[in-house]
C-alpha cells in the first residue's frame, strides 16, 4: 500500500514538474529558431535587390537587363529605418510593417494613392525607356486615356459616365506635363479600373511586375518587385504598395510568416496580409 501510495505521489510529481517546465522549453525552441534563422535583411544596402536577401535553397529569378523586371529589383530605397510619411508631410500611424520606403516622391495634392503609385512607377519605367506610346490607362469610365494625345493638348470633358476628348490647349511634350497627365489618371483611374482594364493572371505564372488586386472604392493593389525559386520550383515574391492617405511607397514584411519575411508564398484565392490589409480571395493581374 505504501509503495502504491509512493509511485502515484511520484507520478504526481514528474506530471506537475513537466508542466512547470514547458514555458521553459518553449522559451528554449523559440531562441533556438531565431538563432538558426539567418537575416534576410541588409540595412546597409539602398536597393530592393540588395535590401534583401535569399532564405537558404532560394536563387533570384534571372531577366533581361533592362526590363521591367530588372527595373523593379533595382529600385533605389531611402536608408534602412525611414518612416513612411504622408503627403501632408505628417508620419503614417503605422511603422511597423515595412523594410523599406522607396526614393518616391509624394505629391502634396494627396491624389497619389495605393494604385496611382504603381501607375507612375509602370508609367516612368516606360517614360525612360523611351516608350511613351504604352503609357495610358483606362479611367473608372472605361474610358481610355494616353499620354500621347494629351501631349498634343487633348482633354478629357467628362459629363457624369460620358467622356469625349478635345483638343483644348497647345501641344506640350515635357516631363512637368507629363505629371500633370498622371495627376488626371489618378483622379479617374484606381485598383477598379486597374481590376477591370487588366489582364489577370495565375500565380503559377507570376512574375515581378505582377499584381495582388482588390478592385473597388475603396480596393488595394499590391506590386511583385522580386521573386526567387528554390530547386523544387517553389516561388517567393517582395511586394510593395503606396497607401489611402498618399504616402511613401514601401517595401511590405510578411506579417504572417516571420521566417521568411519579407518574402511571400502567393496562391490563388488565398488570403494574403499585407502591411495594414488583408487580401480576402488573392486575384492578380499584369499591366499590357
Known sequence: MKKGLLL???LFTIVVLAYQLKPVKKAIE??????????????DSLTIRSRVNLPIGFKRVVYKSGSFEEYLRNYKLNAFGSKIINYDDTNYFWQGGHVGVLEIPVPKNGL??????????????????????????????GHYCSWLKYAEGYRPIIKGNKVTFHKTTNANSSKDNFYKYLNLIYMYSGTLSLHNELKPIE????KIGDMLIKGGSPGHIVMICDEAVNENGEKIFLLFQGNTPAQSVHLVKNIEDSTISPWYQLKDDAQISVSNYTFGSAKFVRFK
Open 112 to 141: 497619389q494613392q495605393c494604385a496611382d503609385a504603381l501607375i507612375r512607377v509602370r508609367s516612368e519605367y516606360l517614360w525612360d525607356n523611351n516608350r511613351k506610346d504604352e503609357i495610358g490607362f483606362n479611367f473608372t469610365s
Open 203 to 206: 500565380s503559377k505564372d507570376l
Open 8 to 10: 502515484l505521489l511520484l
Open 30 to 43: 523559440t531562441v533556438s529558431a531565431v538563432i538558426e534563422i539567418p537575416s534576410l535583411i541588409d540595412k
